[in-house]
């Protein structure tokens, strides 16, 4: 709501939310030369409206993003929205773990197959509270709904939720060799 009644203020703390997190991402990388990526989480960026997102997210996203010469350049964003997902390329996202309930096929579309897409099972429905059975079936269906698999890593969409069984996992990998 800020975002329509104080856009100087939010733009003032994005401001500082932004060269801080730079400024620690360098930090990491000068103490830690092996470090070859960032990881960048950022939900509410999905709540945005298309107008929106260009003015208050793009450029600061671009900023932190394009402010490294590391090979990986994570990014996730499980909300429900799409906005993002046309500017990443733009951005220099090359990896992004998005929600469920987009498709991967949708994202390929929406990023014009120029970034890894990781996900794409349900967390929570799926791989915390199927049977290994569905579990199974959800992979399966996710591989078959691929014309082109590149640049595709099959996860969950989002995070790995607690009460993943054993079997669960299990099934998973094992859904992923067929």
């Not at 092996?34 to 950022?42: H, N």
């Not at 793009?58 to 394009?66: N, T």
Request: proline content about 4%; some cysteine.
């Amino acid at each position: 709501m800020a975002a329509r009644t104080d856009l100087d203020e939010i733009h003032k703390l994005l401001k500082l939310i932004t060269d801080f997190t730079v400024n620690w991402l360098e930090a990491q990388i000068k103490t830690f030369p092996s470090i070859d990526g960032v990881f960048i989480l950022d939900d509410i960026v999905g709540f945005l409206g298309d107008a929106d997102f260009q003015e208050i997210a793009l450029g600061y996203l671009k900023k932190i993003f394009q402010g490294f010469n590391v090979p990986v350049k994570f990014f996730h964003n499980d909300a429900a929205g799409l906005v993002c997902a046309p500017y990443l390329p733009e951005i220099g996202v090359n990896v992004f773990n998005f929600g469920f309930e987009h498709t991967i096929t949708e994202m390929k579309q929406l990023t014009e197959n120029k970034v890894t897409l990781l996900g794409n099972i349900p967390p929570r429905d799926v791989l915390a509270g199927g049977t290994v059975e569905q579990v199974r079936e959800c992979v399966a269906e996710t591989l078959a709904s691929l014309a082109d698999k590149s640049r595709v890593i099959i996860s969950c969409g989002g995070g790995l939720p607690d009460g993943v069984s054993t079997e669960n996992m299990n099934a998973f990998l094992s859904a992923m060799k067929t």
